[in-house]
């Protein structure tokens, strides 16, 4: 039974068996074939769309890199293994306008300009499928016309720039005196301070005034520099009641340092003024409108005039003209009125400032200036001054060794004056502070002025016999036939004969000063500034007893022909005169301070008897008449004006 | 016998079952690979697409930055094929840079792909710089000598020296002033004043002529625009307009003009305050005959290594508001001119959006 069994097994499947396993099997197997191949098909198709993306990858980096004017449609076909890819691209234009516009949008820019914006640049990478079916992948990419190779500049540093450096050439003693900004003797870099072009002009018409001159102060290490270019007007108003004006600017301390209050020149309600007529300078227009005050102004201490005596409506006082003198009758609406206003000069147009305060007035010989020494002890006093007024402590005595002894011959004298425009209590206390803190520089963050008065000053000598000075009008006119060469004489000391004389200079307070006009208003006339010194004279040689001295001088006027006319000179004449004379033991010395002071010469102390020639030339082709003084057996003081043309 | 028979069916079947599942096992196994490699494909792909899509994005933001120099902190949003995109960008503005004030603007952008999958950020800085570095210092800078003769005012720049000090000419060599030249102060000439109230005139030259200066710069061009005048070509890629002649110009030009050619002007006016030019006449003369006004920048260019000489002259009135330079002496004679530095002519001429130029900044790309 074993045997039969073992035999029955060793016998296999039979047939209907393997049948059935087969088709059982073959049905499995086909179905996993047929999705075999469809994983292999979508295997392939992934793969060659990944190789689509990547091709239309590689079309766009070279459209990157083509110029943007040449980025343009076009074809080409690719092969990656045994498949071949057809690429197309079209490049379309892209105009910004709002929004993105192509050819044939409504709202293209017009004229269409040579370049658009950007392009869009449409790729199509199409290939056929091992099926035969056409499989496409498109892909849109954007240029724009900002590529990449423009960003050279970014990255590269230009040169510096080279700015124009205008060195500043200090004035001369004793028409200029500069200030160093700092204390101590031995600094190295510290800031100096001077002013300079003190040139009175007289307006084309009427008796109105405006005084220009630049206060500049400059680094002497660096050279640069800070200009204020300040005009000091007077003008006729009208009043005209309540409107727009606006607030002066000034200067405040910011970090250390002065600079211009941004708060400044503002526009507020106050009263305001209109010039009476327009015969006078256009500055008349700001100036009549602008300098008033109102109480918010006088409140917060930042006032075109300092008055303890104000309008309701918080204005100084303002006075007809008619009742200047006595100050009696105060404009009111309607009514006109003087008036006198300082402005500086702000990116290229005059802005108001307040008032100038003169605060203390030296008369010295211009010799004094002009040597070192005295230069030394008036720039000493000047911040001995301003340190003072800071500190508001008593002024420092006047310099005392101002007098002069002298042979007979002109003489010029010069007056300054020292102005400190009004700071904030802040402002004080800062500089307070830095004087305490011994800081050398403390007067640099101070806005004084150091200014040359000689022209605007009134002169007086108490014996004019023995010396006079001259105290000519503030006039600039030409008029060579009544002998008006554009300039006028002031400070100029004549020495006479021996004895002694005490010359005496007087400055208004405020704008009147710097004009050299009557006051306008009480407070000029009360903070007016008066300076002497005594010149003594000394007309014998030795020791009194001896030969008799006298003098010869005279005035060097100078008149430019320009288009027709004469006008006076500008100062490159004037500058170019030399005086020689025939005897070597007489020197002439030759005087001009600025541009409207008469030039002047002086050949003084020569003993009587003498005999000689005096002569003119210049080096900047002006003719002298005469050209050639002579004087023979001198007796007397005597004076000669030569006049120089220039053609 | 019957069982034994049923029996050996029974195993051939179980065993076909068997290898069928066995079979179907090793497929499912296949499946799931297959499946997970479909899925790398296509984020692959979708990554791609986002890529590239953020890569057109960043295109158009670029430009859209360009489109609008003035409003560089925005956020933009848009559609590239479908898929969507959105931008942020900052504007941070550096002052007194070596090429003046310059904005650097950073993007991001953040694109997906159309079925949302893909998803890139991409980054990039770019610079708007003015073309021209700083305005010039004065209202007219020559390169050489200048030699006037005839009537003419020039109106200072203020504060072209330093803080209130005037400047009103700057050359290299002399400055000789022979006719009724002057030149004057902002307030005077607007008060017709110029010729009575002047800083300079014949024969008296004031602190505002700065001529023979040692440190007048060699390359007006690298003190203008900031690129060498040996690489004036990549200047002249930069400007707005290009012509032969100064013909079609008139009061709606604006931007940088190149002119390489001749430019000769009579009447009318070109460019406005608001919308001024920069000219930079290539190698030509330029003459102006009549009362032409020209708002903004005029260089007379002559390319390095041409020795030829070239007219420049200005007659007849002619007014500039803005500044003349040349690299090259002038010819002045007889000229009657009027040149007024125009601070808000000459500032509009260095910040107006027609004057500033979008660029890349080179390696600040990066995606992530």
């Known amino acids: 039974m074993t045997s039969k069994i073992n035999r029955m097994h060793g016998r296999g499947f039979t047939f209907v068996e393997l049948l059935v396993a087969l088709v059982i099997i073959a049905v499995g197997v086909a179905g996993l074939v047929s999705l075999q191949r469809t994983y292999l098909q979508s295997s392939v198709r992934a793969a060659e769309r990944t190789e689509a993306l990547e091709i239309a990858q590689e079309r766009l980096e070279l459209l990157r890199f083509t110029e943007f004017e040449d ?157 204020e270019d300040f005009v000091t007007v007077n003008c006729s108003c009208t009043m005209r009641g309540f409107g727009e004006g606006a607030t002066p600017s000034r200067l405040i301390l910011e970090d250390g340092r002065l600079t211009l209050d941004p708060n400044g020149n503002q526009q507020v309600t106050k009263i305001y003024g209109e010039p009476l007529n327009v015969d006078q300078s256009e500055l008349c227009t700001q100036c009549c ?48 009125y003087e008036e ?284 002298f008449q005469p050209s050639t003084i002579t004087v023979s057996d001198l007796q007397q003081n005597e004076q000669y004006n030569v006049l120089m043309t220039v053609d | 016998m019957h069982t034994n028979h049923a029996q050996r069916g029974f195993a051939t079947l179980t065993l076909s079952v068997l290898l069928l599942s066995i079979i179907i096992l090793a497929t499912l196994y296949t499946a799931r690979f297959k499946a997970q490699e479909q899925r790398v494909m296509r984020n692959h792909a979708a990554s791609q697409e986002a890529y590239l899509v953020a890569d057109a994005a960043l295109e158009q933001v670029i430009m859209l930055i360009d489109a609008d120099r003035d409003n560089l902190t925005r956020s933009i949003d848009g559609t590239i094929a479908g898929a969507t995109y959105s931008a942020t960008t900052v504007g941070t503005r550096f002052n007194d840079t070596a090429r003046g004030d310059i904005d650097l603007v950073d993007i991001t952008v953040a694109a997906q792909s159309a079925d949302g999958r893909g998803q890139r950020t991409f980054r990039q800085s770019l610079a708007v710089m003015p073309l021209i570095r700083s305005a010039p210092d004065v209202p007219i800078a020559i390169r050489g000598a200048m030699n006037v003769s005839g009537s003419f005012q ?117 460019g406005t305050e608001e919308n001024p030019v920069a000219l930079v006449i290539q190698d030509g003369d330029f003459r102006i005959n009549g009362s032409m006004q020209i708002f903004g920048m005029v260089f007379a260019f002559r390319t390095p290594g041409n020795i030829a000489t070239y007219d420049f002259k200005m007659n007849g009135g002619a007014v500039i508001q803005g500044a003349v330079m040349a690299n090259f002496d002038p010819d002045l004679s007889n000229g009657n001119l009027t040149a007024r530095y125009n601070a808000q002519v000459l500032q509009n001429v260095v910040t107006n959006d027609a004057f500033r130029r979008v660029y890349r900044v080179g390696g600040s790309w990066h995606d992530f």
């Open chain 1, 71 to 227: 980025i343009a449609s076009g074809t080409d076909t690719v092969t990656r293994g045994d498949k071949t890819y057809a690429v197309t691209w079209t490049a379309a234009p892209q105009y910004f306008n709002g929004v993105w516009l192509t050819t044939g949008d409504v709202g293209l820019p017009s004229p269409l300009p040579a370049q658009p914006d950007a392009k869009s640049v449409a790729i199509d990478i199409s290939w056929t499928t091992r099926g035969g079916g056409a499989e496409t992948v498109a892909i849109e990419a954007w240029l724009g016309s900002i590529t990449g190779r423009d960003g050279g500049l970014v990255i590269t540093e230009p040169a510096a720039r080279s700015e124009p450096q205008v060195t500043y050439n200090p004035g001369a003693a004793p028409e200029v005196i500069a200030v160093r900004l700092t204390d101590d003797d031995n600094a190295n870099l510290f800031q100096v301070k001077e002013t300079t072009r003190p040139t009175p002009q007289v307006e084309r018409s009427g008796d109105k005034l405006s005084v220009r001159f630049d206060t500049v102060t400059y680094d002497e290490a660096t050279q640069t520099q800070r200009v």
């Open chain 1, 289 to 336: 409108r602008d300098h008033h005050d109102n109480s918010d102004m006088a409140n917060a201490g930042v006032v075109y005039k300092q008055d303890d005596n104000r309008t309701p409506s918080g204005n100084h006082r303002h006075y007809t003209p008619e009742n200047i003198f006595g100050f009696s009758t105060r404009a009111t609406v309607g009514q006109n």
């Open chain 1, 340 to 623: 006198s206003c300082r402005m500086r000069r702000i990116d290229g147009y005059y802005a108001m400032y307040p008032d100038w305060q003169l605060q203390a007035l030296t008369v010295t010989s211009a010799e004094y200036l002009i040597n070192a020494a005295g230069a030394a002890a008036y720039t000493d006093y000047v911040r001995a001054v301003v340190r003072s007024l800071v500190l508001g402590t008593a002024l420092p005595a006047p310099l005392s060794d101002r007098d002069i002894s002298v042979a007979p011959g002109a003489y010029q004298m010069i007056g300054r004056g020292i102005y400190l425009d009004t700071m904030s209590s802040e402002h004080v206390q800062a500089v307070r502070t830095a004087i305490n803190n011994n800081e050398a520089d403390w007067i640099s963050k101070v806005p004084f002025y150091e200014v040359n008065l000689t022209l605007l000053g009134e002169w007086a000598a108490s014996q004019p016999t023995v010396a006079s000075v001259t105290n000519q009008p503030i006039e600039t006119i030409v008029d060579p036939e009544n002998n008006y060469y554009g300039t006028y004489s002031r400070g100029r000391v004549q020495a006479q004969t021996s004895g002694q004389s005490i010359v005496d200079i007087d400055v208004m307070g405020g704008n009147a000063g710097v004009l050299g006009s009557d006051p306008l208003h009480p407070l000029e006339s009360s903070t007016a500034q008066s300076s002497s010194l005594t010149v003594t004279v000394d007309s014998q040689a030795g020791d009194g007893g001896g030969t008799a001295l006298f003098s010869v001088t005279g005035e060097v006027n100078c008149l430019l022909m320009q288009n027709g006319r004469y006008r006076s000179c500008t100062n490159r004449y004037y500058n170019s005169v030399s005086i020689t004379t025939s005897d070597l033991n007489i020197s002439c010395t030759y005087s001009k301070q600025g541009n409207a002071d008469t030039g002047s010469y002086s050949c003084s102390g020569i003993p009587a008897g003498t005999s000689f020639t005096i002569s003119f030339s210049s080096d900047a082709g002006g003719v």
């Open chain 2, 154 to 270: 020039v109106v200072a720049n203020p504060n072209g020296g330093g803080d209130g000090v005037p400047l009103s000419i700057w050359t290299s060599d002399d400055v000789d002033i022979n006719g009724n030249g002057t030149t004057c102060g902002q307030q005077e000439f607007d008060q017709g004043n110029c010729a009575s109230l002047p800083f300079s005139e014949r024969g008296d030259h004031g602190v505002d002529i700065l001529d023979n200066d040692p440190n007048f710069p060699d390359d007006l061009m690298m003190y203008l625009f900031g690129i060498e005048e040996a690489n004036w070509t990549d200047l002249k890629a930069m400007a707005t307009a290009e012509y032969e002649n100064c013909d079609s110009l008139n009061a709606a030009s604006t931007g940088l003009i190149w002119i390489s050619g001749p430019c000769e002007l009579s009447s009318g006016q070109i």
